[in-house]
């Protein structure tokens, strides 16, 4: 069987495993809970994500290195920067403006009245958002090890893309460090086919946990606002990223999506686009044939800023709390919605939580009351699999289509079955 499948009958197995275990509501004490569900099951599951996380600050500064020392040859860096974060600003922008549509377009907030009477809005405290200037000042690292210690993926980032620009400077010496950089990137790829092969076990445990824990009850509460999002989702994901690709670049969004649909199912088990990036790259350069020049730097930023999936949650969610609370908006306020869900995208990368921080960044300036989104907090688990998801596909979709506007895409790669310099999973 293909990895594909293995991990689809994985997904399958677990989330069944799951529900049985919920529907025997068995006690915590329980040895099949304490030691099966939450000992072996949550373990192997935590285990997983941390071998992808493990991959993911050194895959990026070393691939990134590559990349930046190539294209600083060429002076390319410049464009290439300025195509991607505004391919990814424009498809935050066109998510948001979907998500509200559709979300004014079904009222979600109008069929969740009753939970009024539950006072479930006053239990829930905002994170303090971050100011501009904190903001700014995070993506440039004082300490470029400390940074790559603590995950900040913008400052490791930063400091890749100008080390990389001094190698293309640096004459002999910078050529022989580059022979060593793209020594390590082949074999930080070879490692990543090896804990790939692992995927099938950790997303079984993954979807264990999940099937144990899913509130079906909380779903049911607010479900016309689970059902709107999981459309609007489906929609950006499967229509607005294939019509994109098609129309910048004349690619085939079936072929894109057949050939994105490992990364998919790890961003969704995962719930983390900073987890599946070493998937996804790997996806991105040997299946959809786009360089390591544009792969290593686009992917690794949209992993860190592009939040299309936060964004139509966010867009979503206003309608949803506005309705809720009977607050009409103006179109004023929904542009608003719009500009600051697409800046905010960016702006708030690097700050943990940020889909919640920058939803209460979002309600803030149309005044709407931030312990609203406590409605929403009891279903965000499993949609936050679906975001993930979704960011991911546009990660791999700016990626391609930047590739294709710099002639650094392999088309023969891309229309067939199997790359003939792909590793093997």
């Known amino acids: 069987m293909s990895l594909t499948q293995r991990i689809l009958i994985a997904m399958g197995l677990g989330i069944g495993l799951g529900a049985i275990l919920q529907w025997l509501a068995l006690p915590q004490d329980h040895i099949v809970m304490s030691g099966l569900l939450n000992g072996v099951i949550d373990g192997g599951g935590k285990i997983f994500v941390s071998l992808l996380k493990m991959l993911v600050v050194p895959l990026v500064f070393v691939s990134l290195v590559c990349g930046a020392a190539s294209l600083g040859d060429s002076g390319a860096v410049g464009r290439l920067g300025g195509k991607t974060i505004g391919l990814y600003l424009l498809t935050t922008g066109l998510a948001v403006s979907l998500a509200m549509l559709i979300a004014l377009t079904t009222d979600p907030g109008l069929s969740s009245a009753d939970l009024k009477e539950e ?15 904190d903001t700014l ?22 400091f890749a893309l100008l080390l990389g620009l001094a190698l293309s400077k640096a004459g002999d010496s910078g050529t022989r460090l580059r ?42 509460k607010v479900g016309m606002y689970f059902v709107t999002l999981v459309f609007a989702l489906l929609i950006h994901g499967t229509v607005v990223y294939p019509t994109l690709l098609k129309s910048f670049a004349g690619l085939s969004p079936r072929v894109f999506l057949a050939k994105m649909r490992e990364p998919l199912l790890v961003a969704f088990s995962t719930s983390s686009s900073g987890a599946t990036l070493p998937v996804t790259l790997r996806t991105v350069e040997y299946k959809l044939g786009v360089s390591n020049n544009v792969a290593s730097f686009a992917v690794p930023l949209g992993a860190t800023i592009n939040m299309d999936g936060t964004a139509i949650m966010q867009g979503v969610a206003t309608v949803f709390i506005a309705q809720f609370y009977g607050i009409d908006l103006t179109v004023s306020a929904l542009l608003t919605v719009v500009l ?29 009351p931030v312990e609203g989104i406590a409605l929403i907090i009891g279903v965000d688990r499993l949609l936050d699999m679906l ?15 930047v590739a294709s506007s710099e002639g650094q895409l392999d088309r023969d790669v891309f229309v067939s079955e199997q790359s003939p310099s792909q590793q093997p999973a």
């Open 387 to 401: 975001r993930t998801a979704v960011n991911v596909t546009g990660d791999a979709a700016v990626a391609t289509i």
């Open 119 to 133: 006072g479930v809005t006053e239990s829930f405290q905002p994170k303090q958002a971050p100011s501009v200037k």
């Open 340 to 368: 600051t869900a697409t800046l905010a995208s960016i702006g708030t990368a690097a700050v943990p939580g940020v889909g919640l921080i920058t939803l209460t960044l979002v309600l803030d300036q149309v005044g709407l």
């Open 179 to 220: 022979s060593i950089f793209a020594d390590l990137n082949e074999v930080m790829m070879r490692l990543i086919t090896m804990i790939i092969a692992l995927t099938p076990v950790g997303v079984f445990c993954l979807m264990t946990q999940l099937g144990a824990t899913l509130g079906l009850a909380e779903i049911a």
């Open 137 to 158: 000042l995070n993506i440039v690292p004082s300490n470029p090890i400390a940074a790559m210690a603590d995950g900040q993926m913008l400052q490791v980032i930063l």
